[in-house]
């Protein structure tokens, strides 16, 4: 006679280890990521806790995060155990992360420092895979009025439209801006290109009294500023 299979339901184990149960009595702080996901996703599978099964799914993105919110549908129903509705509810959590920080960084509103600009941005452009071109319009007071996306191009660059970008800030009442754009690539190195955008903006803003005060190159993890570096 076979022995009975033990249930991997996590409704079987001691009411300390439920991660739903954890989180109420505990607080959100105690959960490790794999149970904050395992609450998301409810279940695992015959042969494997939910616990268990996003202790492995976040393996395969090495423990972090933002990689993990970048894997598509395809490859999270990969996983045996996840299907297409909890691989939309993961993907679209992970989202709400990301513009969370996005939103957190926006309200701090005055730009002080390079990182603060970072901050701001890192959510919007530092995980694309694709490079945009955006502009940051500051009052006198560095306080931030506006920020918009100029442009969107392919891996290898995007094209700037100089007078499209002055407009904006006479529209707003901008007396100062600041540059920032993604490397796909990782690198933090700036282009021949990035330079003359940078100094082609800087020459055009000085005969509007509109000051380029800096130009940030982003990646997923790190960032280059042209002012920190004495480029401007």
Request: overall charge neutral.
């Amino acid at each position: 006679m076979s022995e009975k299979q033990p249930s991997f339901s996590i409704k079987n184990w001691s009411q300390d280890d439920q991660p739903r149960e954890k989180l109420r009595d505990k607080g959100k702080a105690a959960l490790s990521d794999a149970e904050l996901v395992a609450i998301l996703i409810g279940s695992g599978s015959r042969d494997e806790s939910a616990v268990e099964l996003c202790k492995r799914i976040l393996a395969s993105a090495n423990n972090n995060l933002s990689a993990l919110g970048k894997l598509s549908i395809k490859q999270l129903t990969e996983f045996k155990g996840i299907g297409e509705a909890k691989a939309i509810t993961i993907i679209a959590a992970l989202e709400l992360g990301r513009r969370r920080r996005g939103e957190e960084a926006l309200q701090q509103h005055k730009i002080d420092s390079s990182q603060s600009v970072f901050e701001l941005m890192q959510p919007i452009i530092g995980e694309l895979g694709h490079e945009e071109f955006w502009i940051i319009y500051l009052n006198n007071s560095n306080k931030v009025l506006q920020k918009n996306q100029l442009s969107k191009g392919g891996i290898t660059g995007t094209l700037v439209d100089v007078r499209l970008a002055l407009k904006m800030a006479l529209e707003v009442g901008a007396v100062g801006i600041i540059l920032a754009h993604n490397h796909p690539s990782g690198t933090l190195k700036p282009s021949e290109a990035d330079k003359q955008i940078t100094q082609k903006l800087k020459n055009a803003g000085n005969s509007l009294d509109i000051k380029v005060l800096d130009h940030l190159i982003i990646t997923e993890n790190a960032y280059f500023s042209f002012a920190d570096e004495g480029m401007l």
